[in-house]
């Protein structure tokens, strides 16, 4: 059933506006639950502590697409992940997702890491993934020229994709389809009345039947809120380094070493855009605000990878970033696996999404389904017969041919105008971002939706050049200009 917003004064208060369901996190998780509920008849609101999606975990990661042979038999990680891989060509049809199909290189040097590939690829086959095939040195060197093994396993149906894109195109195709963002907005208190959840943060307070936790690192939190108390969590922490695009000739692929089933080692991984990237390094901290990268850590993410790939340079590096995964803990100790829980008797209509750490990218979707059976499995659930499933991301200027250059430009004077160098990025293009379905508030959202700031001298000539965009087509000033996140103010002030 779908409430409406009642507005109507009762000895002098207004009532709350009443949803069907509130979802608390817009990473990838909570934007491809909030996408896969739009397919049904609800009112649903997503809180999102951010300015924006992707500005955490999910924007902060490899943006491979695993295969699902690396996860514990039996696991639900190994099962979505295998779904999610499966469905992804279809996925990024729908969103418009820069996606290849690459397949991805393991890489062993001595007999025990041969060992270790044997227990993986028998692994990989009971999960499913009966294409996996161990490959010999000189097999290694025809997949990817310049990986060191001696001995490799090769997954055809992983790949690579635009992490950034995946979690725009599921929110913007469910805000398209009905779904109401509420962004820099952090859900402080969460109360029960007779019809549900009363979900609260610093400017919205509203009534909810259902309520989903998909706030990650904030998750305990929303928990306990709900009334599921016990659980706790910390951070891990992986650190990259981003190299310049003309090392991304040299990495078909990316190229792990031998895994182990909770730590993926370090690796590195073209992206869709021509880079490589390197990382990560894996470490576990208590404050997962702390997204610092030691010079130590670069060294060492060096040197690991290195071992495996031997191109790496200093003078290729151009940004390195970190990212952190919420790891969960109960009463027993680290959860290792996927946990999507309900407790009818102790918090009815709370869904519980635990522990939704790598290969979460991958899982998302599935892991959505699964969200929304426990619904349907305690309520009739109406499909939306005008739900559209397709999403149209900004057309990029670099990927039109010359001649669809020039009617862009004959259409709109703006496509003739670059302001982003590096990476060939219009006006027009910067301008359509900022006014996107979601709406775009911040640098770094622009970063994000075109690409803009991610050349050889990451914004040196095009961040003030959109600074005055957004100013312009916001009409704030220089002083209500922020980065990113909460606090990252540009200005004190104007500068020449």
């Known amino acids: 059933m779908r409430f409406t917003l009642n507005l109507v004064c009762f000895k002098g208060a207004v009532t709350m506006e009443k949803f069907d369901v509130a979802i608390v996190g817009a990473g990838i998780i909570g934007c491809a639950v909030a996408r896969e509920l739009s397919r049904y008849k609800l009112k649903i609101g997503v809180f999102e502590k951010n300015h924006d999606v992707c500005f955490e975990t999910t924007g902060r990661n490899s943006g491979v697409l695993h295969g699902g042979f690396a996860y514990d038999r039996g696991s639900l990680k190994a099962e979505c992940c295998l779904k999610g891989n499966r469905e992804f060509d279809q996925t ?3 969103l418009d997702i820069p996606f290849k199909r690459t397949g991805k290189l393991l890489v062993g040097e001595d007999i025990s890491d041969y060992k ?14 009966s294409e996996l095939r161990l490959v010999s040195e000189e097999e290694i060197k025809k997949l990817v020229p310049y990986a060191q093994g001696k001995y490799g396993l090769f997954s055809p149906l992983s790949g690579i994709m635009d992490p950034f894109q995946y979690v725009i195109g599921l929110a913007e195709n469910a805000k398209l389809n009905g779904v109401e963002f509420f962004f820099h907005e952090r859900v402080n208190k969460v109360s029960r009345d007779r019809s549900g959840f009363i979900v609260q943060s610093k400017n919205k307070k509203i009534e909810s039947r259902w309520l ?3 706030a990650a690192m904030g998750g305990p939190a929303i928990s306990e809120m709900a009334g599921i108390s016990g659980y706790r969590t910390t951070a891990g922490k992986g650190a990259y380094i981003i190299l310049d695009k003309k090392t991304g000739l040299y990495l078909p692929m990316p190229v792990y070493p031998v895994p182990n089933n909770s730590y993926m080692g370090v690796h590195v991984t073209p992206t869709v855009d021509g880079n490589a990237i390197i990382g990560p390094a894996g470490d576990e901290i208590e404050d997962g605000d702390d997204y610092s990268v030691s010079q130590e850590i670069i060294e060492y993410l060096s040197k690991s990878a290195s071992r495996i790939w031997p191109c790496i340079r200093k003078k290729d590096y151009i940004r390195n970033y970190c990212g952190n995964a919420a790891k969960w803990y109960d009463s027993k100790g680290l959860i290792y696996d996927y946990k999507i829980e309900i407790r009818d008797d102790q918090a009815p209509h709370f869904i519980n999404m635990v522990n939704m750490e790598s290969p979460a990218l991958t899982s998302a979707l599935p892991l959505a389904r699964r969200a929304a059976t426990l619904m349907k499995d305690r309520e009739n ?26 009617e862009k430009i004959r259409e709109n004077p703006d496509y003739g105008e670059i302001i982003c160098r590096c990476e060939k990025v219009t006006k027009a293009e910067i301008i359509q971002a900022i006014h996107n379905p979601l709406g775009v508030n911040t640098v770094a959202g622009i970063k994000l939706r075109t690409r803009a700031m991610t050349g050889r001298c990451q914004g040196g000539y095009c961040e003030m050049r959109i600074v005055k965009l957004l100013q312009e087509e916001l009409g704030v000033s220089e002083r209500e200009i922020i980065y990113e996140r909460e606090g990252s103010y540009m200005f004190s ?4």
Request: hydrophobic content about 30%; proline content about 2%; glycine content about 6%.
């Open 493 to 496: 002030g104007k500068v020449r």
């Open 92 to 94: 990024a049809k729908e």
């Open 381 to 406: 659930l109406h499909i939306n017969t005008s739900f559209d499933p397709m999403r149209i991301r900004v057309t990029r200027f670099t990927e039109m041919s010359d001649r669809e250059r020039e």
């Open 212 to 214: 989903i936790n998909a």
């Open 116 to 129: 270790s590939l044997l227990e993986v690829l028998d692994q990989g086959h009971d999960n499913g993934c």
